[in-house]
Structure formats: C-alpha cells, structure tokens
C-alpha cells in the first residue's frame, strides 16, 4: 500500500500555515481610530534626509501630515485622493478614503490654488502607484472569478511586491500622519467596500473563508484559492476485496494500461471512490481526498455502526447539501458494496481528530485448526527481543559508535534462528493431497510414480523421513476457555511482514480489552471452525493475534492452544469512538 498512506496531521498543518500567510490581509474591521497606534517619528536624521533628497526637497521645510504644510506637500508630490484620505490624518469616522482624501484636498486648494493641477503633473501617486484607481476594476475581477461558486464566506487578500511595501512604508511614516494605515489593508479594504455592494448573502471575512480571493497588484489579476467541503459520515463495508482509499494500478501507476483496464486502478473499487464519486458530482468538484478513522484490509468487512470518516472535496462549485439525500444517492450508486450513514457537515479541524483518535474496535474472527509439531511450536512461543525496539530510539550518532555493528540494520530485531529436524509430511496431509500433487512428489525423490493414490501415500511414508510428532489438537472445552483467557490480555506484536514495508520494524504492546462470546461449530469439510468477538486496542493486528505470525505476535491462539491457526475471515465490528 505504498503511496496510499493517508495525509498526516502534519500535512494538514502545513497547508494552514500556507494559507494564513494571505490571511491577514486585514480586511473586515468597521472600527476605525487612527489614533490609537499612533507611532512617534523617530527616525534617524541620515533616513529622514535620504527620504527628502527622494522627492526634492529639504527635510527642515517639511513637517508631517496633518499639519497644513505637510498637505500641502502630499498634494504637490501628486498624491491620490485616496492616499490623501488615508496617510492624511483626517479621515472620520464613516468616511471612505476619497472623501477624506477630497477634503484635505480642498483645504489645501484654498490656500495654494496654483496646486490645482497637481496631479496631472505629478500623475502617478506615489504612495500607491495609482492601484487606488483600480479598485473599481479588481472588483469586478473578482466578483465574475466567484461568480460560478457558491460561496458563503469570501475573504480578499493581496500580494504586493516587497520593495513596493517598503517603498510605501518608508514615504508614510516619514510624510503621512501617525497611525495612517498601511498601503495593501486599505486597499483590500476598498475592495472589499465596492465588492459589498454587488455581494448579496456573502460575508467578507478575516478567516475560515470559503473562498480566499488574493489580487496580485503587479498583474492585476485574481487567483482564487477555493476551500474544500468536508463531509463526515460512517461507512459499513459489506463485502470483501476492496480497499479503504484508490489503490494505483501496479503495473502503470495509475496512468492506465491494459492490466487494469485503463482505470489506473489496482482494484475496480475502493470504499474512497465509492463514497466520493458521486459527490464530486453533487458538489461539482475536482477531486476527493478520504480521511478514514483507521482502515481494515481489503479481505476484511467493516459492520457493526461503521468506521468514521472525513470525506474531502476539493475545489467545489456547491457546498451546501442535504445529508439525508446525500446518502441515499450513495448508498443506491454502491449498490451494496458499502453504505454510508451518519452523514453531516465536517470541517478540516476534524480531519485532525478523526485521524488521530485511537479508536477501539471490535473484530470477529473466524478460524480453522491443525496439529502443531514442536519446532512450529518453538517458532511461535520463541522469545521476542525486547531490548532492540529500545535500540531504535538512540541518536544516530551514538549507534555510529558501536562497533561490530556496521553493514547491519539495527532497527530490526533479531531473528531468534530455529533449529528443525527434516521431517516428511504426516500420513494426514499426504491424504489432504491431490494425486497429481502426490506423483509430483514421489517423483521427486525418485520414487516409483504408478499405483493408486493410497499405494502412492504408503510409498512417499516408507521412504522420507516419519512426520514431526506432533500435539494432539485440544478439546472444544479447552479452546474456548484459552479464548475467554484473552480478556485483558497484553500482547507484544512485531510489525507483521506483511505491512513491513510500510510500517517501521517495531515491537509494540497492545491489549484485548475483552474477549468475547467464542463458539466452535462444524463446517461443510467435517472441520471445526471457531469464532470469536475480539474488543482490541487501536493498532492491534488481529489475525496475528490468532495465528501468531511465525513468533512475531506473543502470545497468540495458536501458542496458546498448542494447534495451527488459520483464520478463514475477519469482520471489523464495531469502532469504539464519536
Ligand atoms: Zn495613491
Ligand atoms: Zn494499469
């Protein structure tokens, strides 16, 4: 199951973080009062002088906004209306930049009317290199980019070349009035004004958006990052064989080829698809992404109330739905393969909890038996080296300084070697076999091939070596007791070699909570198959727990009942969370 890891919470803060890097944009807030950070001007002489040499003049003939000269300055060096409102300092409440802006204007036009064409000679603002001009036109951009999603909350962001900040930065706290606000939140704002008009039922908000619209001032032009819709539910998968998330075909990687029929899938289903599928087209989205509260394996059913999950859609055109529709249309569409229930509004934050609650669950678990002899018995009880999981945890530096220790991974355990008489099959198992198998065999070791099957049985038993003795299979009486004795207990589990290679090599300890009500029955074959309804911690392999994986999980059914476990199914029941 390479590459078809869940994301990671950490993943998921990453992704925030890059969004809050837009999210401060400052927009949304009504109040204003310029003077309550107002910043004395204390900049050294050298600055204050380089910023006069800048626009010409000497630093001693020009004071700050909002005295009288220091408009005066501002209008002559063809500073916009808008940017006369805002680094002016006479903005009142419930006026807009313009207005403000116009006023200081015609204060100063009233002395010094020979101003009155300041801006057509000195035509570009230099505050705001005229963007101010343009907010009319960004708004527009961005209502017709919203215009084909629904969108309830829609937050407005700016990117601005950093040399322009600082530009605009250094002029305002040199020329403008203390407190003044900053170029790129005013702007947004203004934005954020005209757009309100036009809106409707959307909000302009500051954070957890829908919709994060960010204007780049140098091309003028919008790129709208478009919040995903999670929707939560449970899901029961009612049959066997198909995997929690898309599992890429093999041979192609999920381009498409003909071994997997050009579907780029391993397998034709997946719970993921099966439940995303249609709602990318309900939502009119892009892709989905499935955040499973834990998964089973392919082989093994989910029942009971379901397995929690988080359900992503990205880039969506509706957000809005009806849960109960919602999963009728899904459960129609699998057609019996799973079915969803509990569906409901998600967020990303649960995508966080979901994956990072350790759920208890409920697994039955059937299983046949067969005689064990003592070598198979010595693999399985022998001991499980505790101390290398500990190795693990030291520092790379510290583990470089052993010695004798190059070339081998210490990050595993140690194999415990087994030593093994040669032994021959058992009268039993060369009955169990086909005759073709049984003439392969003599074949083998150069035994004479003719005869009848029981001619054949005889022969291969006379001539290798006698079976390994093995233990007589316990009593119905004693098995069920071994499995009442599981309540409680502590196993230590080896990562199974089956998920090794997506699992680090570790011994972790894990508890069955309750072991419960265990019966044993006959199947169509005359074999006795027992079932039995195991509550585990989180993480706890189960059918590892029964057959004992070659001594990796301690203790197990099998040690315990000194017979050969195989487990026919395994159900996940019930998750123990939400
Ligand atoms: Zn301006
Ligand atoms: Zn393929």
Redo the contacts with the bound molecule.
Sequence with gaps: MAGNEPDTADDIEDDDDDWMKYANAGFGETDYSLWDDVEPAEEDESHQQEVAMQLGTHVEEIPRAPSPAGHKHLVRKG??D??LGRVGGKRMYGQTLEEAGLGVRASVLERDTHLANAREEQPL?P??E???EEVDLLADIIYDAIEPYDVGRLQLGARFPKDQIEEEEKLRKRFGAGGSDALKPALVEGIGKRLKERLGDIKLVNDKPDVLALIDVLTLTVELDVRAVYVYGRYRKLERGIPQTRWPCRACKGRGCERCNFTGLQYEKSVQDLVGNPMIEIFEGVEHAFHGMGREDIDVRCLGRGRPFVLEIKEPRKRSFNAEKLAEIINAAANGSIEVSSIRPSTRSEVVRIKDTPAEKSYTVRFTIEPMNEAEYAVLTAPVDMTKADVQNRSKKRRRQRRGDKGSDRTKPLETPIVVAPAGPSEDELKRMKKDELVALAEKHGLKKTGKKDDLVQRILDALPPAPATFDLPDDETILKVLESLNGIKLAQRTPERVAHRRSDLIRKRTVFEANSPFIEINEEGQREIEITLRCESGTYVKETVHGDSGRTQPSVAALIKAKCNVVWLDVGDIHAD
């Design positions: 500073t916009c808008a940017c603002c505050f705001c005229n963007l101010f």
